[in-house]
């Protein structure tokens, strides 16, 4: 084998080509051979067939619901005669009227059927539990699910469509060993991580699986795949399998397989959906009653003091406010305090309270001092902005296709159209999804495949902002009393007042315009060639382009904007991409007990990109073409730029499978892969592997009925992951700085402008793969001919050589260089069990059960050395040092959390304490736990007192799935998962609402508890708290949760109702997504959903289904 | 039966053939492929790639006096004024004054590159090490344009040195023994060692010598700004 790969290493490739040209040889030789033996075996046994009494039988197959089973695999037991079955389950063939015919079908327990001189039999077959048979995609080529050697995942489709999955994400929640994100947008999605975090560098997708569509590398998001069209999905996991392909196969493999047309009659299927999407979990702003509460708590608690008559820290004692209580409530409430209206009114001089009302006074001691929030709060004119930032989206999603299949043609055609609308305002998205696959048998050995996949979808969308820091636009925290339209009924630009501002989105959005999308066209071309001696030649090829579009403009008709920094943004891109490969594959059994499946793999790849942008600005003399315009723009605000970019890729193969038996499996395999972006030197790296399973409760020796699968698996390889952010950081670059110039006066006086270029990155030469060496074991058990099964795995992954920025002395001119150094380790089991709990005629009941638990830990980073000390300062050996700045620390996970700990608030009896650390009763208690830089037992807070508080990544993740089926028509599923273990940091609880000038200047804040003297919490800091000096003050969250994800019901109208109509299949189905969720922090809800830490959507879904 | 089998082979061979030249030979096919940035290769085959790293090198003359950024209260000479008999730190405002050199002048104080108010000690040894490696980038390079006449080529790296060497001067009087850099590295490096003081003047009194004789006066040159003869003269005189 090795010798192989050897010869095709050459760099003289005409070497290559030549063992290319002596294989094909080879080949032809052997089939010669083969055809000439088989054309001497057929005609004997034509010869002695023709002595014995030959009846023709005819048979019905049905299926176990007693409709009839077309495709099924009817064949004389013991001889090569067989036929297929028909549209009506009907089948017509020659045999002895004493032979044995067997009755088989993908799903179905394989029956045997006794002939005994009858010539008319009907069969009904019986539904396989066992899923031995099934056949999982493994990459160039179908295997057994009872030939895995490796850790493979399988999730069907079908299984999930009661749930209306919007995107692909959806179907995969509930994987082991698989974290799915979660995206709140109208678009959906979510990020994607198989086995935890393997690298530190995580720029550009870096850790997410490989997507491997239809057997060709996707270079797409998941988007572009419309979930009806899904057939079935394989996660692979471990090396072994992951092995066969390249590019980032370290970070796991997720192959999509799409649907192909069933043989039977043509099949059209409708499928219709709409539902109703509503924001579940978001912060509150306070209504106005509580925001006028809000602003007089704020202003006591700048009154709290120390009474010194007392010694009890109380309010009214310091400020503007002191001795005055009840300065800022509510005339009107004056009863606690025991004081009348006017003594209220006297606790200012009259000269400022002279001719204002009542209100006017108190509206003015609260801060509300712009004339406009002062008249609607007087007269208690008020505006929900909240209502006005958040809806009800409605989804459509309507999809039909058309599938068939003939002996010769297989087809499957499906065309999708989606609109979504988010729960912010504004936020949008629809896509158009097309689907067209033909495969073609042009001959008995050629086959001919084309699958074309177009989509068209919007990006992005011009909605509320959301954003909380101080200076991004937010329409939320507008005052409850600043105003929404104008007294014109116009939208109003600063509802805050012209002081202050504020934002309102409708005022801005009636002078915005965005076309933004994406248009793809996704194409696979597949040849296979069947040779004799089970030799297989495939050819396949997928060329996919990409165009991007962008025109974005903003009108100066806005009378906030000015037009020389506004006016319309071009973009357009173009993404073309190919990659092929030749596959010769071998596929033998010797002596019925050796079974070979050899596999040969060369691939090339080129990705290359194209992209174009405009900003043109200071459009006169006017903008109302919008973005169609861009030639009166002014040149000097204007600019624009291009940016092109080339890769290109290259592979080699080989694997070889091995099976004794059906007993013990073995897998092998090599693959070499060169990349561009690591070209300058040695582009290539080699990644073998190896796996090897046993089937142990087929031995001799194994006699444990219960048990009817037991399977033992181990491997070990190495992968690559190749992906970078930008594919030119090994190469050095000049960079024009601000692109600004330098000025020169010529002899004449006039003067020159002249760019200049700066070198900006170092190159580096010797850039590789990031590799990562993973050993995994694993054990498949399945009981009660598999009515109970699980599988458990146990697996350990390094990954080393990651591409990192290592810190260069700045006196080189270089700040850093991207390199290759490090070592992440990542060690977990998986377990997964799945039960079919109860199987009546009326009533069934299926369990699933998933769990994961992963550990990251940081082996080695930069390779910098430092000293070890002992207690008396003696060097006592050396370390290596952590990387501070980037929160990585050796021997710690990736997301180790590192800071101060807060333990809790200053209450009002330990005004003294906190006096110490110049902080007040209210203000948060940080931990100062390294002792020995205190100054007179004063505490000195600074890096020493940093503490490991906990990780960020969740390393628990669990998921469960119950299905029932009631009266064979019912369906109803309830999935839940839940991720624990993880924490956060959140500074929000110390309430710095005047960040900003925020609340100065009358701004609304999110509602949350907050610490005063009658609501001592010790959960929640005062108002405006501060912390010591030198110590950061957020403070450590439980972000455990569990999620109730999805309740669905379905409804399958009968077949017999169905069968006068001409339907297949009708269904109603309702569910809801995002149930209720459950976090294990209690405060955490007042800062949105645990799983996002911000918004979360509920959905409500109806949809029909109907098949013909 | 041999129809069959030729049939086989013409409608395969080809495919192979095919797909064998799709792919060309491996080693070109992996070559990485820089097309919308420049890449230093191919930028300093040409003049011009020359005169604009000359280009910042020249600019980065005048922000001692001017900052490159928006300095409202102080600018870079303002610091070598105050550490000198020029000026003294005037703001009373402040809690903390940073002319308390004992607690500003330290390994942990700060070193900033861009303030309003502060010391502009990160300033100088950053740009000063910025005008360095753009003067070692033109010396490194300049043997990749082969276009140049002899006296040209003496002519950008007369220029080049006067840059590094006014850049060595300020460097070694602010900062003492500091590293010696004299070209564009190749491969990273972390050990470094400081160069005496003395030598460093040593080499850039000789590197000026050059530059006098090569450096043409200003009624040679295109433009004004450019280094001409009479300011290496004047280099090489302090």
Known sequence: MTNFIRIKKSPDCVSGFNLKKKLILVCVLVSLSQVQAYAISNKSTTGLKNVQSEKIINGQVDDEDGMPLPGATVSVKGTKIGVITDVDGKFTLKADENAVLEISFVGYTTKEVALKGNTTIKVKMQKSASTLDEVVVVGYGKMKKKDLTGSIVQVKAEALANQNPQTVQDLLRGVPGLKVGYSADAKGGGSLQIRGQTSVYSDGGHNSPLIILDGMQFYGELSEINPDDIGQIDILKDASATSVYGSKAAAGVIVISTKKGKTGKPMINVTTNMTVNTKSAYRDVYSPEGYVKYREDWETAKSYGTNTATGNYEAWITGTAAGKAGYFSNPNQLDQYGISQAQWLAYQPAAQTQGKSLNEVWGGRLGITDALLLKNFTAGKTHDWYNSTFRTGLNHDHNLSVSGAGDKVNYYMSVGYLTAEGAI????????????????????????????????????????????????????????????????????????????????????????????????????????????????????VAPRYEFFYNRYFQSSGHKGWSAATIGVDRESGKKFTWNLNNTLAWDHTFNEKHHIVATFVQEAEELQTWSDIIRARNIQPSDALGFHNTANATLLNSSFSTNDTHQTANALMARLFYSFDNRYMLTATVRRDGYSAFGASYPYATFPSVAFAWNFNKESWFNWEPLSTGKLRLSWGKNGNRSLADPYIALANLGSGTGATMGYVDPSGNIVDMKYLAIDRMANPNLQWEKTTASNIGLDLGFLNDRISSTIDIYRMVTNDMIMSQRLPGFSGFGSIATNLGEVENRGIEVSINTVNIKNPNFEWTTSLGFSYNENTINALYGNMEDVKDANGNVIGTKESDDKTNGWFIGRPISQIWDYKVTGIWQKDEAVEAAKVNQRPGDPKVENSYTADDVNGKPTY??????????????????????????????????????????????????????????????????????????????????????????????????????????????????????????????????????????????????????????????????????? | MKRYIKNKISTLAPLVVATALLVSCSDDFLEPDPLSFYEPETTFTTETGLQATL????????????????????????????????????????????????????????????????????????????????????????????????????????????????????????????????????????????????????????????????????????????????????????
């Open chain 1, 425 to 540: 305002q504004g936020n949008d998205y629809n896509a158009v999804r097309a689907n067209m696959k033909v495969d073609a048998k042009i001959t008995d050995w050629l086959e001919f495949g084309a699958n074309v996949n177009f989509q068209d979808r919007s990006d992005g969308d011009i909605a509320v902002g959301t954003g909380t820091n101080y200076w991004d636009a937010n329409m939320l925290r507008n005052s409850p009393f600043s105003i929404f339209k104008e007294t014109n009924g116009e939208y109003a630009r600063q509802p805050m007042g012209p002081t202050i501002g504020g934002y309102n989105y409708y005022y801005d959005r009636q002078f915005m315009e965005l076309e933004k999308g994406y248009t793809v066209l996704n194409t696979i071309f597949n040849t296979k060639v069947t040779l004799p001696a089970g030799i297989t030649y495939s050819f396949n």
């Open chain 2, 55 to 238: 280009a910042i090198a020249d600019k980065g003359l005048r922000n001692n006096y001017i900052h490159y950024n928006a300095a409202s209260n102080s600018v870079p000479i303002g610091t070598e004024y105050v550490f000198s008999d020029m000026a003294k730190y005037g703001k009373t405002d402040n809690t903390s004054t940073i002319s308390d050199f004992a607690k500003t002048i330290v390994p942990t104080g700060s070193f900033k590159t861009a303030t309003n108010d502060d010391f502009y000690l990160g300033f100088y040894w950053d740009e000063g090490y910025n005008g360095i490696k753009y003067a070692n980038t033109v010396l490194t390079y300049i043997d990749n344009v082969t276009s140049l006449t002899q006296d040209v080529k003496n002519k950008y790296i007369g220029q080049a040195y006067f840059h590094r060497a006014y850049r060595y001067l300020n460097l070694v009087y602010q900062f003492g023994d500091i590293p010696l850099i004299t070209k564009i590295l190749e491969v990273p490096k972390q050990s470094y060692y400081s160069t005496k003081k003395e030598a460093i003047i040593e080499m850039i009194t000789a590197d000026m010598e050059k530059a006098v004789e090569w450096v043409p006066e200003q009624s040679k040159l295109p433009y004004l700004g450019l280094v001409n003869k009479g300011a290496c003269r004047q280099l090489l005189i302090k």
């Open chain 1, 942 to 1108: 600074n890096e020493k007192d940093k503490q490991f508080l906990g990780e960020a990544a969740p390393p628990i993740n669990w998921s469960l799935r119950n299905e029932f089926r009631f009266y064979k028509n019912w369906d109803l599923t309830i999935n839940m998962y839940s991720y624990a273990g993880h924490k956060s940091l959140d500074g929000r609880y110390m309430n710095t609402y005047n960040d900003g000038s925020l609340y100065t200047n009358n701004y609304n804040p999110f509602v949350n508890p907050y610490w005063t003297i009658d609501n001592p919490t010790n959960d929640w800091a005062r108002l405006d708290a501060r912390g010591p000096a030198g110590a950061g003050t957020a403070k450590l969250y439980d972000r455990t949760f569990i999620r109730l994800d999805n309740i669905s019901l379905a409804y399958t109208l009968p077949k017999d109702l169905l069968g006068r109509l001409n339907v297949k299949t009708f269904k109603i189905y309702a569910s809801v997504q995002n149930v209720a969720t459950w976090a294990a922090s209690k405060e955490w809800k007042y800062y949105g959903d645990p799983e996002t830490g911000g918004l979360a959507t509920r959905m409500f879904n109806l949809g029909f289904n109907l098949s013909l």
